[in-house]
């Protein structure tokens, strides 16, 4: 008989499936930035901010989200996906300076075809890569193996992101 992984982490993910009880996007950033490290937010932008996934894919999974609620890129003015983008690229310079991945997978999945969890609300996921970082766990398991606890992983980035934040002009 196969020796279980236990992720019990998971568990609270599959059960909040389909509970929509609120925004995540909203809710989070809204609440006494007292509480960020709680809600994982790294970063708040003017109109964006950067927060670890909860339910990662990659240690150091990252989203940037604009602090307004819509669900198409249509809904969004300019200053508000500029500031996504330099939040991009601020995600990936202070992931390179934590975790000196190899590459990243950026994108956002507007719609549930496309594979939004949560669709009502865009965001952008920043995964940091490694060569070889696909194993045999995810074939066979469907599970993935993440070795840093998400408040370890937002203690490192947030101790490093003033020096990410040195080579970027975001806000």
Not at 2 to 20: D, T
Not at 45 to 56: D, I, K, R, T, V
Not at 145 to 165: F, G, M
């Amino acid at each position: 008989m196969p020796e279980p992984l236990w992720a019990p982490w998971r568990l609270q993910y599959i059960e909040a499936a389909n509970k929509p009880e609120g925004c995540i996007f909203c809710d989070l950033p809204s609440a006494d930035p007292a509480s960020d490290r709680e809600h994982l937010l790294l970063h708040r932008g003017a109109h964006a901010f950067l927060m670890l996934n909860a339910f990662p894919y990659a240690n150091g999974h990252l989203m940037v989200a604009p602090y307004q609620h819509a669900s198409s890129l249509q809904a969004y003015p300019d200053p508000v996906l500029t500031e996504v983008m330099s939040l991009t690229r601020l995600a990936t310079s202070l992931l390179t300076i934590a975790c000196a991945p190899d590459g990243f997978n950026c994108g956002i999945n507007v719609g549930r075809a496309a594979g939004a969890g949560i669709e009502q609300h865009l965001h952008w996921h920043i995964v940091p890569r490694w060569s070889g970082d696909t194993n045999f766990m995810p074939v066979l398991a469907d599970v993935r193996v993440i070795p840093q606890s998400l408040d370890a992983a937002w203690q490192r980035l947030n101790t490093l992101l003033p020096q990410a934040l040195k080579g970027n002009d975001a806000t």
